[in-house]
């Protein structure tokens, strides 16, 4: 039966992430799993971890586009996402997924309940922290394949960054939905605003 719903769930959640997150917590609540596994902890200061998510995820788009993603040789333009310049109904619906689907969704999901499997099934020390965080961030890298390369490298990337900081902040997870919705948000102000060429070359030139 747990093979089973953690089937079910995983199918669910990689193709239709908001729903996936809310079977998450149906399925938390069945199996009687704490919330408190899932990262679903009560902030001590909402405003606080509001305002550390969105520092985070400003900071972390700028560092991608004017940093790591010129070194890794990606295109100074998103061309898959570039459409939404002039296509403001798709722009609406991008920023929506960026609040439900990639920040409560995905951290549900990647952050949440695959940390919190990977936990009972090898336990939480630093080497099976470690561990799991390479392969989930692995899975969460190249479930972007359709962004292509560079999506792939931004994902891994930024996988890699909030998970850390996951497991640094006391498995919080509602800071990291906050930083993940503000990454994507970031990106879509960039594009609609025509900064991601000179933010590209704010270091290199």
């Known amino acids: ?22 079977l998450i ?23 606080g971890d509001i305002l550390f998510g969105v520092a985070l995820g400003v900071a972390l788009k700028f560092a991608m586009k004017a940093v790591v993603l010129p070194l890794l040789g990606a295109p100074a333009v998103n061309q898959v996402f570039h459409y939404l310049a002039t296509d403001r109904r798709s722009a609406i619906v991008f920023a929506a997924y960026a609040i439900f689907g990639a920040g409560f969704g995905e951290e549900m999901i990647f952050r949440g309940f695959l ?15 470690i561990l799991t965080l390479v392969v989930v961030t692995t899975l969460f890298a190249l479930l972007h394949f359709k962004q292509g ?14 998970g850390a ?27 609609l605003l025509n900064l991601e060429l000179p933010v590209s070359r704010m270091v290199f030139g």
């Open 149 to 162: 390369l560079g999506g792939i490298e931004n994902a891994a990337v930024t996988g890699l960054v909030v």
């Open 115 to 129: 940390f919190e499997r990977s936990a009972k099934l090898f336990g939480s020390g630093t080497l099976p922290s």
């Open 165 to 191: 900081v996951y497991l640094s902040n006391g498995r919080r997870l509602f800071p990291i939905m906050v930083a993940h919705a503000t990454f994507d948000l970031t990106a879509l102000a960039m594009i």
């Open 25 to 47: 917590v149906f399925w938390a609540r069945l199996s009687r799993t704490p919330l408190r596994d899932l990262g679903l902890v009560r902030p001590k200061s909402w405003i």
């Open 1 to 22: 039966m747990g093979v089973a719903a953690f089937a079910i769930i995983m199918l669910v959640s990689l193709s239709l992430a908001p729903i996936g997150g809310l």
